[in-house]
Nanobody, 121 residues
Framework: QVQVVESGGGLVQVGGSLRLSCTVS????????MGWFRRAPEKEREGVSY????????VYADSVKGRFTISRDNAKNTLYLQMNSLKPEDTAVYYC??????????????WGQGTLVTVSS
């Protein structure tokens, strides 16, 4: 049974930091391209970041470049998203996705339930 589980969301003040984690079970994590997506209130889902299964290639949405860093630890079957200099517009439910490519949500086969990040001003 495939499970994708996010953690690490919460309430943070403007300018603060959070680190999201995503663990994957039931799949060979080493072989998976991984992505982070988010959905803000009353907005469409947005691709945030992507990392190749080798970790050799990453992609970021323009809105988070220079502030967010995606990484992975294949030994722990875990994906991370380090979020710094958070802004109110980063408030959203963040989703981890496995098995796709780039920031195209439709290409991903497996999704987590999401973790809420709220940035307060």
């Amino acid at each position: 049974q495939v499970q994708v589980v996010e953690s690490g969301g919460g309430l943070v003040q403007v300018g603060g930091s959070l680190r999201l984690s995503c663990t994957v079970s039931g799949l060979t994590f080493d072989d998976l391209n991984m992505g982070w997506f988010r959905r803000a209130p009353e907005k469409e889902r947005e691709g945030v970041s992507y990392i190749h299964w080798r970790g050799s290639s990453t992609v970021y949405a323009d809105s988070v470049k220079g502030r967010f860093t995606i990484s992975r630890d294949n030994a722990k079957n875990t994906l991370y998203l380090q979020m710094n200099s958070l802004k109110p517009e980063d408030t959203a439910v963040y989703y981890c996705a496995a098995g796709g490519y780039g920031l195209q949500a439709s290409s991903y086969s497996y999704w987590g339930q999401g973790t809420l990040v709220t940035v307060s001003s």
